[in-house]
């Protein structure tokens, strides 16, 4: 044997041994997909010798499968079966009423697990539970909801947020009917493909839970748990991270009761294992839970009961190389606790915007008043919404006021600019935007009523504005402009709205004492002061 033959035997012998102690199908998880792309992009070009392709995978593997320990995961099937029982059993007991679980198992269910699902995202159970009922009532099957018009979907929608979600969902119903013979995909992998929208946890919640496929789901709830039970530290929202926990939850995932066991783990992390405070003593899990274990051994070595090293598992890479563990850059924080796991990486501040918007309002050809709402594009921001006529900021406020008053001459016609009054500011927050509304109001009275507007534009009652496909915002836009109408001055905290009317008089009593103290203002000074405003 030649040298450098004798020298290549001996470091394979080497590179074979780490991935040999620490390698399983899952664990190598991280590294499949760029491994694909790499060997196909290899089949396109000449091959090296398979001793060459071996050498050259081989460190990429070893790198990635030595930075994670056996720690965070469950590698005993004894465990792991333990984990289903218990969590299983939990959720049999103590699982919520919820109207979409009690469809489940019957016809339609597809359908049912579909529109839960993608309501619940980043909302919570006690909003959607009332859409979730109307909606049903209303589009009880795919057909039905495939036949409405998007108008309908947003009106329906309205105030639920995140409005691109019920237009996806009815776009899917439309391909199921339209393209797929009314036969909904059954598998997460078809269902993510086929099916606008859905993406990886959507089709895994819908397969296992309406169709049994024993397929594992990773929600926000779930991810939780998962790093909390395996002491998982590390941003969940990272890459490697991600991949971790996908694998762990298709490790977990019960075979014979696929469905219950992901709504249990998400149960689990919306009532028990929840981001603060969480009910360590109600959960069923907790004596296989590390994090529960770290928060034990860090409080024994606090009252120094131990000497010595407590007999506790702990990462065997925990010297700030583990990718899972906590971050060295945030060590473990006693006054945490379990919530110590995960540590989320800071969240970007929203964009902050400003736009001026503006309530017209005219006499009703029926009597009562009217407001104009004009729609919003089909795409981008509450898309195919209704609002009120709006512009961006401007930093003048002469500017702003001729720009808003082009905006709806545009839609109604020639207006008194003289009436156009200031009511306000609503501040709204969206996933990623921040933005501020000055409202303004134009009431048109003693004119003759504006009959005919232009496409994209129409006068709604009051009655009709509150049930028409207008957003959240538009809501605390309109609330602001009533109380700023003679004999109304409606007030609330939960609008986040800023006017003159909302805010609290003093009593009688307070008035007489406050301009008793009050230093005498001329009439001039005063009369400066407004033209300066």
Known sequence: MTPLVSRLSRLWAIMRKPRAAVGSGHRRQAASQERRQKHAKSNSQAKPSACDAGLARQPEEVVLQASVSPYHLFRDIAEVTAFRRSLLSWYDQEKRDLPWRRRVGRRGAGTVVWVSEVMLQQTQVATVINYYTGWMQKWPTLQDLASASLEEVNQLWAGLGYYSRGRRLQEGARKVVEELGGHMPRTAETLQQLLPGVGRYTAGAIAS????????????????????????????????????????????????????????AMELGATVCTPQRPLCSQCPVQSLCRARQRVEREQLLASRSLSGNPDVEECALNTGQCQLCLPASEPWDQTLGVVNFPRKASRKPPREESSATCVLEQPGALGGAQILLVQRPNSGLLAGLWEFPSVTWEPSEQLQRKALLQELQRWAGPLPATRLRHLGEVVHTFSHIKLTYQVY?????????????????RWLTQEEFHTAAVSTAMKKVFRVYQGQQPGTCKGSKRSQVSSPCSRKKPCMGQQVLDNFFRPHISTDASNLNSAAQ
């Open 209 to 264: 839970i309406a169709f049994g496929q024993a397929t594992g789901v990773v929600d926000g709830n779930v991810a939780r748990v998962l790093c909390r039970v395996r002491a998982i530290g590390a941003d969940p929202s990272s890459t490697l991270v991600s991949q971790r926990l996908w694998g762990l939850a298709q490790q977990l995932v019960d075979p014979a009761r696929p469905g219950d066991f992901n709504q249990a």
């Open 441 to 457: 109001g134009l009431a048109l009275e003693g004119q003759t009523p504006v009959t005919t507007v232009p496409a994209g534009a």
